[in-house]
C-alpha cells in the first residue's frame, strides 16, 4: 500500500476528514512526485477551508492525472475510510518522512566527501528531523482544563528556583519555558547562570550545560569560586586551603553536566539533552549557536530563537539561554529590543532578564542593575541584586559582604 497515496485520495474521498489530516502535515512529509499533490490541496484547504476532488482538478489541471490516482490507489484498497484510520495514516506519513530524512543524513555523515567541518550542521538536522514524527495536542474543552485544574489543587506548583529569594518571588520559571538573561560581556551572565544551574541541580532537577564560549576547566573555576565565596583568581592561582576545597564534596552529587557545545546547532543540543534526559538546560551563549541555512545574521538568530521556543515547547524542558545585547545598552537602562541581531527572541522568550555592569545613575555615578524586563507569568521591574564579581556571585542587595 501507497500510503501517501492512500491517505490523501482518503481526504478527497471524505473531504470532512481533512482536518483530522492536513493541519498536521507538511509538503517534506511528502516523496517528490506527490509534493505538488499535496500543494494543490493543501492550497485549496487553506483558500476555502474544505476539499472537492473536482475542484481540486478543475484549479490545478497539470495535477489532475496525480490527484485522480490517489483516488483510484484509496479506492483500490478496499478499507472503510474513517477517522481513525485518517489520523493513524497521518502519523505513519510522519514518522516515515523523519526516518527517510535521517537515513539520509546519515548516509551523508558516512561519505567521503564529509568533512569533518560539515558534521555540526548535520548533526543540527538530524535533531530537526527527530521532531517530524511529533503528534500534535488536540484541543481540549474548556470544562476538562478547569477539572484538571481543581484536580490538581492539593499540589503545589512546579517552579524550578534560581536560589535568589527576591529573584524566586517574581520569577516563577516551568517546564518548557524559556528563560533569557541578556548582558553586555562581563555583565555577569556566565556567573548568574552556573549559580542558578548549580542551584537547580541541587535541588534536584537535571541540568545540562552547553558552552559555546567557554571551555569547562574554566566554567569549574567559576562554580568553585562561587560556592565557596573564594576570590575568582585564588582558584586560578591554586591558593585556596585544602580545608576550603573538601567543602566542594557536595559537588560530586549533583547531576549537572557540563560540555562544551562550540559550532553546534540547536539540533544538535536537542538530541544531546534529551540523551542525557536533562530536565534544565543552559546554552551559554545563542548569538554563538551554529545555523548552516543562511548567512543573513538577523535571519539566524531569528531561526535559532524559534528553535530554542520549539525545543523548550515540545520537550518540557526549561531552557535558559544567555544573549548578547546591542552596543548601545552598555550604559544606559536596557529594554528588551537591546537583544542583539533579533527581535524574535523578545517575542519567544517566557521572561528575560536583563544585566548591565555599569548603568549611569541620576547624580552620576555608575550602579550594576539587573531587570525583568519581560516576564509572562510575574512583574516586570528591577531586581535588587548585585555581582561580586571577585567571588562570582549574585547576591540579594541586603546580602552584601
Known amino acids: 500500500m501507497n500510503i501517501h497515496k492512500v491517505l490523501l485520495g482518503a481526504i478527497l474521498i471524505k473531504p470532512?476528514?481533512?482536518?483530522?489530516?492536513?493541519?498536521?502535515?507538511?509538503?517534506?512529509?511528502?516523496?517528490?512526485?506527490?509534493?505538488?499533490?499535496?500543494?494543490?490541496?493543501?492550497?485549496?484547504?487553506?483558500?476555502?477551508?474544505q476539499l472537492?476532488?473536482?475542484?481540486?482538478?478543475?484549479?490545478?489541471?497539470?495535477?489532475?492525472?496525480?490527484?485522480?490516482?490517489?483516488?483510484?490507489?484509496?479506492?483500490?484498497?478496499?478499507?472503510a475510510i474513517t477517522r481513525d484510520r485518517v489520523e493513524e495514516w497521518t502519523q505513519l506519513v510522519r514518522e516515515r518522512a523523519a526516518l527517510t530524512q535521517f537515513q539520509s543524513l546519515a548516509l551523508q555523515a558516512g561519505s567521503n566527501l564529509t568533512t569533518f567541518a560539515d558534521l555540526p550542521d548535520?548533526?543540527?538536522?538530524?535533531?530537526?528531523?527527530?521532531?517530524?514524527?511529533?503528534?500534535?495536542?488536540?484541543?481540549?474543552?474548556?470544562?476538562?482544563?478547569?477539572?484538571?485544574?481543581?484536580?490538581?489543587?492539593?499540589?503545589?506548583?512546579?517552579?524550578?528556583?534560581s536560589g535568589i529569594s527576591v529573584l524566586d518571588k517574581h520569577l516563577h520559571l516551568s517546564p518548557g519555558n524559556l528563560f533569557i538573561i541578556?548582558?553586555?560581556?562581563?555583565?555577569?551572565?556566565?556567573?548568574?547562570?552556573?549559580?542558578?544551574?548549580?542551584e537547580q541541580a541541587?535541588?534536584?532537577?537535571?541540568?545540562?550545560y552547553f558552552s559555546l564560549e567557554t571551555d569547562p576547566d574554566t566554567l569549574t573555576s567559576r562554580i568553585i569560586a562561587n560556592r565557596l565565596a573564594v576570590p575568582l583568581a585564588?582558584?586560578?592561582?591554586?591558593?585556596?586551603?585544602?580545608?576550603?576545597l573538601d567543602r566542594l564534596a557536595e559537588l560530586h552529587k549533583l547531576p549537572l553536566f557540563i560540555r562544551s557545545a562550540s559550532?553546534?546547532?540547536?539540533?544538535?543540543?536537542k538530541a544531546q539533552a534529551q540523551r542525557m534526559k536533562a530536565q534544565v538546560v543552559f546554552i551559554d551563549y545563542l548569538q554563538?549557536?551554529?545555523?548552516?541555512?543562511?548567512?543573513?545574521?538577523?535571519?539566524?538568530?531569528?531561526?535559532?530563537?524559534?528553535?530554542?521556543?520549539?525545543?523548550?515547547?515540545?520537550?518540557?524542558?526549561?531552557?535558559?539561554?544567555?544573549?548578547?545585547l546591542n552596543r548601545n545598552a552598555d550604559r544606559i537602562v536596557p529594554s528588551t529590543a537591546d537583544l542583539k541581531e533579533s527581535g524574535q527572541l523578545e517575542q519567544d522568550a517566557d521572561a528575560v532578564l536583563l544585566l548591565v555592569e555599569k548603568v549611569v545613575t541620576n547624580d552620576g555615578g555608575e550602579s550594576f542593575q539587573a531587570s525583568l524586563a519581560k516576564n509572562k507569568e510575574g512583574l516586570t521591574g528591577t531586581i535588587p541584586i548585585w555581582f561580586d564579581k571577585e567571588r562570582q556571585r549574585f547576591l540579594e542587595i541586603d546580602a552584601r559582604r
Open 16 to 49: 470532512d476528514l481533512a482536518p483530522y489530516s492536513l493541519p498536521d502535515l507538511e509538503i517534506e512529509h511528502f516523496p517528490a512526485d506527490l509534493q505538488p499533490v499535496f500543494a494543490a490541496l493543501s492550497g485549496l484547504w487553506n483558500a476555502k477551508g
Open 52 to 79: 472537492d476532488a473536482v475542484e481540486a482538478c478543475s484549479r490545478y489541471p497539470e495535477q489532475r492525472a496525480a490527484i485522480m490516482e490517489c483516488v483510484e490507489e484509496c479506492e483500490g484498497e478496499y478499507i
Open 122 to 161: 548535520l548533526y543540527s538536522q538530524m535533531g530537526e528531523a527527530l521532531t517530524l514524527d511529533r503528534e500534535e495536542q488536540d484541543f481540549k474543552p474548556i470544562g476538562e482544563l478547569v477539572d484538571t485544574y481543581i484536580r490538581k489543587l492539593d499540589e503545589k506548583p512546579r517552579y524550578l528556583p
Open 182 to 198: 541578556g548582558g553586555r560581556p562581563s555583565a555577569g551572565k556566565t556567573a548568574l547562570s552556573l549559580q542558578i544551574a548549580c
Open 202 to 208: 541541587r535541588r534536584g532537577f537535571r541540568v545540562c
Open 234 to 244: 585564588d582558584v586560578k592561582a591554586k591558593t585556596v586551603p585544602q580545608a576550603e
Open 263 to 269: 559550532g553546534r546547532g540547536v539540533g544538535w543540543v
Open 288 to 324: 554563538l549557536l551554529a545555523d548552516g541555512k543562511t548567512k543573513d545574521r538577523y535571519q539566524a538568530i531569528t531561526g535559532i530563537s524559534i528553535a530554542l521556543h520549539e525545543l523548550a515547547q515540545t520537550t518540557g524542558i526549561l531552557v535558559v539561554a544567555l544573549a548578547q
